[in-house]
């Protein structure tokens, strides 16, 4: 397929004007559950404002011109670890706390994550649309690697839904062929295509926008209101009601609310890359062409201006289509052209490494010497109740020469791996597995890492991967009514307790003396006691989101040495609890560095 490089030049800068002036006019509506009608901004900006919807494609995009291609979701994990720092709501924050219990991508995106279907990697599609134009194949693949960073299921078909959409929109206009198209990537009996087909249907039954969302959430609601599936419903819902209009496209998406900014940004995007010349400059004077990151990017060389960033993007593309292959080809390239600095391929084999959603708890660690994924059991935390914890290391030789020698597991004193030696040879391009298990001997404290060595001599050249994986929060456990003692391993924040009544008891030991936020969360009833002090009651049946800076919590004064928390249930049923810690202050920081007793 031939798209000239001038169409694909409008589309491109108009997909990030669309997508700045769409979250400028959401932003102040993000988070309202209620309709309120909008026709222009309010407030009237002097600026863009800056957002995380383009804040991670600059970060992302910068990520893959410093460690070329192929897209990994190994090298967008930097994401977390350098570029996007200080309080992270939601799946970003787990994400991060993740990378730091040495859990990398994809399971950064699936342990401990009940924002798995959150809005983070839907707001980035453009990007990989942009960089793949007219091929949802190879835009879907690319989006895929980003997503898996800090989502699973509905997260990431969200990301699939929308770089399937945008990038067949720089070849086709007509939305119906568009919703067509990105339907065909998605699982068919699966909530999040249930819900576009009903938005569709609805739509089409009454043409009113507030009874589409009406019918949205009676049949898919969520206690959410950054849920995927409801907030791209609204973005169809936006579309189908636009009518040629990009002013009507935007204030309709901003009109329906919840993630607000999120939904009038992709929206503004995307009817942007299908009518380039749409965006009146009632929109784009007030906000100019500056390029305006959040204050948590760090790190940054972030271009001065749109513009500048669509340069970037056009360049990358370039680079990605001659790469992959892809079935689109630009055509009439100018000579002056954009050209940037970008490092090389650092493998041929691009198709070893693609990933492919699973229910597999699976971390890519390295690509060099090879490429090395570990895969965890289910219950990815190392519990102490007799269960065999079980890893199996997955090499794959992505260089053009045959590689042998040894790998060797090494650990920390108490931690046996068995076995802990194995002899590997392996042509290009050729995999294997090696299983081993891990056996911890039980200790006083409970921890976040347990750190994995991994000691490559491969051709005679050593080389050493960190891996790592949590202990278990072991709970004492008294039957309030029995009075039966017993031990709970939870192995994630979130966990059942029975029916009746009941105290899960805990020692925690922080690093510091510090402030900390204590997430109570669940659907159990519950009363929380410090020190024999009660600090917290949570009634059963709460609103169920634990972030740090919404749902259940308690903030408290944390001094070093121990410190006994009870948690005391009261319920009828077997309900879900969520417990964990984290900092005070704006969203929140997940803490790792406590030990339990």
């Known amino acids: 397929m031939k798209l000239s490089y001038k169409t694909y030049r ?40 800056p957002n995380d919807d383009l804040d991670l494609q600059v970060s992302n995009l910068q990520i893959v011109m410093q ?27 787990i994400a991060r706390a993740n990378y730091e219990k040495l859990l990398r991508a994809p399971l950064s995106g699936i342990y401990n994550n009940h924002f798995h ?13 942009c960089l793949a134009p007219g091929d949802p194949d190879l835009a879907v693949r690319l989006a895929i690697e980003d997503a898996c960073v800090d989502h699973y299921d509905d997260g990431i078909l969200s990301a699939i839904f929308l770089a399937a959409i945008e990038s067949a929109a720089f070849t086709e206009s007509d939305v119906r062929k568009l919703i067509e198209i990105a339907l065909s990537y998605l699982p068919a009996d699966h909530r999040m295509t249930r819900a576009f087909c009903c938005t569709v ?23 959410n209101w950054t849920d995927v599936t409801i907030n791209l ?14 002013d009507r496209a935007i204030c309709t998406a901003a009109e329906l609310g919840y993630d607000a900014d999120c939904t009038c940004a992709t929206v503004g995007a995307l009817f942007a890359i299908i009518c380039p010349d749409s965006i009146d400059r009632r929109w784009t004077d007030p906000i100019g062409d500056e390029l305006l990151l959040s204050e ?19 360049y990358v593309a370039r680079q990605v289509i001659k790469y992959y292959g892809s079935e689109t080809e630009l055509i009439d390239i100018p000579e002056d052209a954009p050209v940037f600095k970008m490092a090389p391929p650092h ?49 794959t030789n992505t260089d053009n020469i045959r590689k042998s020698g040894t790998v060797i597991i090494r650990t920390a004193e108490g931690t046996v791996a068995a076995p802990d030696r194995f002899d590997i040879k392996l042509e290009e391009g050729e995999s294997c597995e090696l299983s081993f298990r891990i056996e911890k001997r039980e200790s006083a404290a409970r921890v976040s890492v347990n750190l994995l060595l991994l000691d490559f001599c491969l051709n005679g050249i050593k080389a050493s991967v960190e891996a790592g994986f949590p202990d278990a929060r072991r709970f004492t456990v008294e039957d309030l009514d029995s009075g039966k003692i017993y031990t709970h391993e939870a192995t994630e924040s979130a966990f059942k307790v029975p029916a009746g009544r009941y105290r899960y008891s805990i020692v925690l030991k922080p690093a510091v ?54 948690f005391v249930y009261d319920n009828s049923e077997a309900r879900e609890s969520y417990l964990d810690f984290g900092t005070p202050f704006g969203c929140g920081e997940w803490i790792t560095t406590n030990e339990y007793k």
Not at 201 to 223: F, G, M
Not at 373 to 380: A, C, I
Request: overall charge negative.
């Open 10 to 49: 409008e589309k491109l800068n108009a997909c990030y004007v669309g997508k700045t002036v769409g979250g400028t006019l959401g932003i102040p509506r993000e988070g309202h559950l209620d309709v309120l009608p909008i026709d222009y901004y309010d407030p009237i900006p002097t600026e863009m404002l």
């Open 67 to 93: 460690h070329g291609l192929p897209v990994c979701r190994y090298h967008l994990g930097d994401t977390w670890r350098y570029y996007n720092r200080c309080s992270l709501p939601d799946e970003y924050g």
């Open 117 to 129: 279907g959150g809005m983070g990697s839907a707001i980035r599609s453009e990007l990989w649309a």
């Open 201 to 223: 249907d609805a739509w089409d039954k009454t043409h009113d926008p507030l009874y589409v969302r009406k019918t949205v959430l009676e049949n898919y609601p969520s206690e």
């Open 233 to 246: 419903s609204f973005i169809l819902t936006a579309l189908l009601a636009a009518e040629g209009s990009f």
């Open 296 to 314: 948590n990017m760090t790190n940054m060389q972030s271009p001065e201006n749109i513009g500048a960033f669509c340069d970037r993007v056009d």
């Open 347 to 395: 493998t041929e084999y691009y198709e070893l490494l693609a990933y492919e959603p699973s229910e597999e708890k699976a971390s890519l660690l390295t690509l060099s010497p090879l490429a090395a994924t570990l895969v965890y059991p289910d219950e990815v935390a190392y519990a102490y109740d007799g269960r065999e914890y079980r890893m199996t290391l997955r090499l």
């Open 513 to 566: 003396s510090r402030p900390m936020r204590l997430s109570v969360n669940g659907k159990a009833s519950v009363t929380v006691f410090q020190n024999g002090t009660e600090v917290h009651h949570r009634d059963a049946d709460g609103p169920y989101v634990p972030a740090l800076h919404r749902g259940g919590r308690v903030d408290l004064n944390i001094t070093r040495g121990c410190h006994r928390f009870d």
